[in-house]
């Protein structure tokens, strides 16, 4: 079966500072993997996928992330946070659905 | 780009009766449409699959006599919750994915229901 990780339940950084959320991946086969971002009481806002090609993978809102195999791992990074991307954030990978990881609060601080 | 509504946003119903939830594809076509449950501080957790046409496809301890899916056209699909019970409360979202875009699900704004 296929399934992510997030390690981290929430991740605080200063604004203006590089953030990271990290997500590790099990999968067979080719890993087709998203990271989505929710608001309170919405639902959930796309924000990049890889699914072959360049390991860094660009986004919306100013996101990337790169895919690294061997260490089977898909981290979300921003270079400089802002207050407004204090949310929560999902990592997922396609099986028949998504299947989500337990999502990371990320809290940026003014 | 792809707009995927849900209707209700906000529900609440009593204990015994039931529920219906819609999903709509405002700007494409979805042969398949997904539907969520998120419990509070949760992650999603894949309750069905619907494809248009076919009967709904649903995971592991899901019950499927409880959780009615229709998926009748290319742009909608309900849920039904069937005789809801408090413990039924819960975020339901759905996602549709375009048929010409496998890899791509695109999310409903969510429906919270309360059931009391």
């Known amino acids: 079966a296929q399934s992510v990780a997030q390690p981290e339940d929430q991740v605080k950084v200063a604004e203006g500072n590089p953030l990271t959320v990290k997500c590790t991946y099990s999968?067979?086969?080719?890993?087709?993997l998203f990271w989505y971002v929710q608001y309170p009481n919405r639902g959930l806002q796309f924000l990049l996928k890889y699914i072959t090609g360049d390991n860094l993978v660009k986004g919306s809102y100013g996101f990337e992330a790169e895919f690294n195999k061997s260490q089977t791992s898909f981290h979300l990074k921003k270079p400089s946070a802002l207050v407004s991307d204090s949310a929560l954030y999902f990592c997922?990978?396609?099986?028949?659905?998504?299947?989500f990881g337990s999502g990371t609060r990320l809290q940026v601080q003014p | 780009g792809a707009v995927v509504s849900q209707h209700p946003s906000r529900v609440i119903c009593k204990s015994g009766t039931s529920v219906k939830i819609e999903c709509r594809s405002l700007?494409?076509?979805?042969?398949?449409m997904f539907w969520y449950r998120q419990f509070p501080k949760q992650s999603l957790m894949l309750m069905a699959t619907?494809?248009?046409?076919?009967?709904?496809?649903?995971e592991q301890g899901v019950e499927k006599d409880k959780f009615l899916i229709n998926h009748a056209s290319l742009t909608l699909s309900t849920l039904t919750v069937t005789s809801a019970h408090p413990e039924d409360s819960s975020f339901y979202i759905c996602?549709?994915?375009?048929?010409?875009?496998?890899?791509?699900?695109?999310f409903g704004p969510g429906t919270r229901l309360t059931v009391l």
């Open positions: 996602s549709a994915r375009a048929s010409s875009s496998y890899n791509e699900q695109f």
């Open positions: 619907s494809n248009e046409g076919s009967k709904a496809t649903y």
């Open positions: 700007d494409f076509q979805a042969t398949t």
């Open positions: 999968v067979s086969g080719n890993p087709y």
């Open positions: 997922a990978v396609r099986d028949m659905g998504l299947t």
